[in-house]
């Protein structure tokens, strides 16, 4: 019997949002993500400041994601990095980390890095199908997040 093999997959980019990372980095945030993301939805476990932070934990419910996936905020240095690992209890570990670094225009230069892991044959075939619709996620937020900046107000899908 052949045993299982773990599939991994690594997809890096960089997004230029226009605005500054003291700016950018709040909005990085399941509580903010209401203001700029649509549709999102997320339920907050656990936050001592109510909003992201180190060791914060919440839950997001999207069938196109797998269903409800568990959220932890790995790492948090404000202005400079966040980092989140998403799991479901037996398909799928998403480590996403994104860090941000200004531009010489006042901007923002995140860094965009996902680490997708299949925990199952299903898994892998999940991990294999989000990985590669990896570009126009990222363009999408990157939309949003400039779209946000710029208006005050979320883009809708419809103009996506």
Do not use: H
């Amino acid at each position: 019997m052949q045993e299982f093999q773990l599939q991994r997959i690594i997809k890096e980019t960089e997004l230029i949002i226009d605005a500054d990372p003291q700016t950018v980095f709040p909005l990085l945030c399941p509580v903010r993500e209401y203001e700029w993301i649509e549709p999102w939805r997320c339920r907050v476990r656990y936050s001592e400041s109510g909003v992201a932070e180190n060791n914060c934990i919440f839950e997001t419910d999207f069938p196109r994601n797998g269903g409800c996936e568990t959220w932890i905020v790995s790492r948090y240095e404000k202005g400079r990095c966040i980092e989140f690992v998403r799991f479901t209890a037996d398909e799928k570990i998403i480590k996403l980390d994104v860090r941000l670094t200004g531009t010489q225009s006042g901007g923002t230069r995140l860094l965009w890095r996902k680490t997708f892991t299949g925990l199952s044959p299903e898994g892998n075939r999940v991990v294999a199908a989000m990985a590669g619709d990896f570009a126009p996620e990222v363009e999408g937020i990157a939309r949003m997040l400039n779209y946000y900046l710029s208006t005050g107000k979320r883009l809708s899908l419809d103009n996506l």
